[in-house]
């Protein structure tokens, strides 16, 4: 008999929850493998994986200069040849140039790199950080990850002292934050987004949560913002990124911003907290803002890049005691460093060919081709949902999600609860079920008691997947009148 059961495991582990990749996620896998297999009997030709933000998986093409760069530092041999790669593959002198620089100062990609990253990548991304913010960047206090959520999954590491840890976390939130905390063995301080407001970020909600959870006896110690929002797609007004960080400063709590959607806004603007924070220090010398302590995350997996597969992120530190530091470096170690062709990719995503390279004008052709096209079908699925009945959805704002409202008969929610499932929950399945379009039920990410929701990425090409949504919706209502 196995010595390992589902009782004497790790228990912190069972319990965590992750819907993004939960049991939809996995049938919808299942009969993906079956229609490879030329299966005629289910009702739909293809799988839709509309749970994901997985750019690629659903027809984003890479960025040509990108792939150009990674192709030479994978094959090196490849720039003995480079007359057949400039006049017979297209390729451009910039990009020979920068995969030139690339392996003179990360070496092979398939070599470990330093802990916290290449030296000279982790500059470059100090120099963007300038660029974007106006302020100087170090980049000692900068570390490569394997995408963002390693980055998340170091910091709360580092955070996450005992059961009466808290962190402040926005519902509904990306639930990598709440499984985090879970296997952790921490406490999740959910604070709620006001809906009615384009999911806004409220300063007295999250000083309501984060006194109740002091009153409880919770060292309520960070808080976590995801800037623009996830699964709301909603971006923070200046005004509410500094009174964040005022909040944050008078209560001493470390902020992580989650900013891996920051290209990715179609209303408004992005504001970073990074910007925020020096220009409140700047404003306040020898003030209270001096002692915040601040972490952005950043990844090459959203926007208009989408290389999810490739794992490449950062996390920059601002505020940090140097034994903290000290530790986050120990615990970087661990894991020896991220992946160095992801490293590479980030070092490609915060400085792209710039006007006047030769590989500008396709760059800016691509990139530009891509935030149209997501726009786009964010608009043609938000007009779709306008058209459903039941069914309530802001205006597209950013990120690559909408995250409606959905309002079900009595009689679905009563077969929900006979199946022993919550009504957005039920919904969800009948609607891969049905259509083979793979969504998330709003309760994975946290919703207010009483609602119904579910997130879509409109990431998706072609409009028949929606129309299939637009039809099961109206036959499910009608069956469950």
């Known amino acids: 008999m196995a010595r390992l059961n589902l009782e004497n495991i790790n228990q912190h582990i069972v319990q965590a929850k992750y819907a993004v990749r939960g049991e939809l996620a996995v049938k919808s896998e299942e009969y993906r493998a079956r229609l490879r297999k030329g299966d005629k009997s289910l009702p739909f030709s293809e799988v839709i994986s509309a749970n994901i933000g997985n750019p690629q998986q659903l027809d984003q093409k890479p960025i040509t200069f990108f792939r150009q760069v990674l192709s030479l530092l994978e094959n090196p041999k490849l720039l003995e040849h480079e007359d057949v790669m400039l006049n017979s593959l297209g390729y451009k002198k910039d990009v020979l140039e920068r995969a030139k620089w690339l392996l003179d100062n990360a070496g092979s990609v398939g070599a470990y790199s330093a802990s916290a990253g290449v030296p000279a990548i982790k500059e470059s991304i100090a120099k963007f950080l300038e660029r974007r913010d106006g302020f100087a960047a170090d980049p000692s206090k900068i570390y490569l990850s394997a995408g963002a959520s390693s980055g998340v999954n170091t ?26 905390l879970s296997v952790l063995n921490s406490t999740c301080v959910p604070y709620y987004l006001d809906e009615s407001a384009q999911w806004g970020t409220s300063l007295a ?6 006194t109740k959870a002091k009153k409880d006896g919770i060292d309520v110690r960070a808080i976590v913002i995801i800037n623009p929002g996830n699964p709301t797609g909603a971006s923070l007004s200046e005004a509410d990124v500094r009174s964040v960080l005022q909040f944050a400063a008078e209560e001493k709590l470390v902020v992580l911003a989650d900013e891996v959607y920051q290209t990715n806004v179609f209303v408004g603007k992005f504001h970073s ?80 060919p710039r006007a006047g390279d030769p590989s500008f004008d396709l760059y800016e052709r691509e990139y ?8 786009a079908r964010a608009y043609a699925l938000y007009e779709a949902f306008q058209q459903m009945e039941g069914v309530e959805c802001g205006e597209p704002q950013g990120s690559m999600y909408l995250f409606p409202t959905i309002h079900v008969p009595a009689k679905a929610a009563a077969a929900a609860e006979k199946e022993g499932r919550s009504p957005d929950e039920f919904y969800c399945l009948r609607l891969l079920d049905a259509t083979g379009v793979c969504v998330v039920p709003g309760s994975g990410f946290g919703q207010a008691e009483g609602s119904l929701h579910f997130r879509t990425t409109f990431l998706a090409p072609g409009t028949e ?17």
């Not at 909600?205 to 984060?210: F, M, N, P, R």
């Open 368 to 375: 530009g081709a891509i935030f149209d096209n997501l726009k």
């Open 465 to 481: 997947w929606v129309g299939s949504i637009k039809k099961f919706h109206k036959e499910f209502m009608e069956s469950y009148r």
């Open 155 to 180: 910091l709360l590491h580092i955070i996450s002292a005992s059961p009466k840890t808290g962190v402040l976390v926005p519902i509904p939130q990306y639930p990598l934050y709440t499984a985090s």
């Open 273 to 352: 907290f990074r910007q925020a924070l020096l220009t409140l220090q700047k404003e306040n010398p020898g003030g209270k803002y001096d002692d915040v302590e601040l972490a952005s995350l950043h990844s090459v997996s959203k926007g208009m890049v989408g290389e999810c597969g490739h794992r490449g992120g950062y996390f920059d530190l601002h505020g940090f005691r140097p034994e903290v530091e000290e530790q986050i470096y120990k615990f970087v170690s661990i894991t020896l460093c991220a992946p160095v062709i992801g490293q590479c990719l980030v070092e490609l995503m915060v400085n792209p």
């Open 205 to 210: 909600t999250i000083k309501e949560a984060h």
